[in-house]
């Protein structure tokens, strides 16, 4: 479609959106000819993108769904779902936040316009599907449904007001080893129920942790997972390299394909050793030599790194990231007890992550190097001269454009943080 010229192309984009209720729209055009709800005259705020704005302000339309109406893209639902703003894109799509029909808000994962007709895609979609129905823990964000043969293929999460640990090390440095340890328990326990259904995830790291605001700990992120007994990763797989390759265990490298749950024990291992060092284990830019370390030499132990950290949870981290998965824990469980005695994170955690970043000289840690998110910005202040009626009773509306062009540009909304569903999609396999 194309941009709204005038005021009334603008309202009638609104109209056909199916965003805004008749009636509150109709009472907030009623007031705008009175008021013009800017303080000046009603006609200085004539254009299409000023009553966009305003209707912004107003409680009406979010920041997001503006921008979009004010390119011609209204169709802003996914099936019942009611599009309110983008967490983040990547290669094998998008990710929005949006209104369930009964008000919940909920995350959704789309595929992108050019691989909605891919098989090995939508079998991803279908597997994480699947993976997320053999879960049900409180430190594992929930799949509530998956639509793989849907226009668009998509599939419905819990939307977690959190932050992953890489943006929360990038924000505001290292952890004290108390918090990452309480962080290596909560993740021991998601991965107990996993291993026990013979699920390995394959993609633990930084990046597909989350912090809540109440210090819940969520692991994210099943797109990769893989259960042990399936034959269809055996034949696809046996030459891609799955994961991401600062996490991933030496035998994933080799053969993603026959990976055990001891492959996510030394993803957990990597992932503190991050918390508490600053940086992967292997620090190296060159891939090769990378993965040549992975598979000859351990990691510098932590204590020669940060002194502060106890002998014995250094040794922890150090057996999570054994070479040789026989060297591990035998189960996450058992993994999890031997991170319980320094599992006392203190008062001011989670409260500190979701602080405004510290400045130079007030005892935080070092901040890592990689991973530098963007700051969230507030929305305007809304006055609510208009009340907008609850989410449950919008009007449903259209899909989504065919045509797939639904987003350009990725709108912050206030609590949520978008690092960790941005870096998901861009490592998401293809």
Do not use: C
Not at 109 to 128: F, N, Y
Not at 367 to 378: F, K, L, N, V
Request: aromatic share 6%; net charge negative.
């Amino acid at each position: 479609m194309r941009r709204p010229d005038t005021l009334d192309d603008a309202v009638a984009l609104v109209r056909s959106s199916g965003l805004v209720d008749p009636d509150d729209l109709r009472r907030f055009l009623d007031l705008f000819a009175r008021t013009g709800l800017g303080g000046g005259p009603a006609d200085a705020r004539l254009s299409p993108s000023g009553v966009l704005d305003l209707m912004v302000e107003e409680g009406l339309l979010t920041r997001f769904q503006s921008h979009e109406i004010g390119a011609g893209r209204p169709y802003l639902w996914v099936g019942p779902y009611r599009v309110l703003d983008e967490l983040g894109r990547g290669g094998m799509g998008r990710v929005f936040l949006a209104a369930a029909p009964d008000g919940e808000l909920v995350a959704v994962k789309v595929l992108a316009a050019g691989l909605r007709d891919d098989p090995v895609a939508r079998a991803r979609l279908r597997q994480e599907a699947r993976a997320g129905a053999a879960i049900r823990h409180p430190n594992v964000v929930r799949v509530l449904a998956a639509e793989p043969d849907h226009d668009p293929p998509h599939l419905v999460m819990e939307f977690v007001d959190g932050v992953s640990l890489q943006a929360a090390v990038s924000r505001h440095g290292t952890f004290a080893a108390p918090e990452a340890a309480a962080v290596g328990v909560a993740v021991a326990a998601a991965l107990t129920p996993a291993a026990a259904v013979g699920l390995v995830h394959r993609d633990i790291k930084p990046a597909n942790v989350l912090v809540t605001r109440t210090g819940g700990v969520k692991v994210l992120d099943l797109g990769v997972a893989r259960f042990e007994t399936d034959p269809v990763s055996r034949r696809l797989e046996s030459a891609v390299v799955v994961g991401t390759v600062d996490y991933l265990a030496p035998e994933q490298a080799e053969d993603s394909s026959a990976v055990g749950p001891a492959a996510d024990q030394y993803g957990l291992g990597a992932t503190l050793y991050f918390l508490l060092a600053g940086h992967p284990p292997y620090p190296e830019a060159d891939l090769g030599r990378k993965l040549a370390l992975k598979a000859d030499a351990d990691a510098p132990r932590l204590t020669s790194l940060r002194p502060d950290v106890p002998e014995g949870l250094s040794v922890v981290v150090s057996r999570l990231m054994a070479r040789r998965p026989v060297d591990r824990y035998p189960t996450p469980a058992a993994a999890a007890a031997a991170l319980a005695p320094w599992a006392d994170p203190g008062p001011r955690f989670p409260a500190r992550l979701f602080r405004p970043p510290p400045t130079a000289g007030d005892g935080a840690g070092p901040p890592t190097e990689s991973g530098a998110e963007p700051s969230i910005t507030p929305p305007p202040p809304t006055r609510r001269i208009v009340r907008p009626r609850p989410l449950a009773e919008t009007t449903p509306a259209p899909a989504v454009d065919e045509t797939g062009d639904s987003t350009l540009e990725v709108r912050v909304p206030r609590q949520a943080d978008p690092s960790w569903w941005a870096r998901w999609l861009e490592t998401w396999p293809r």
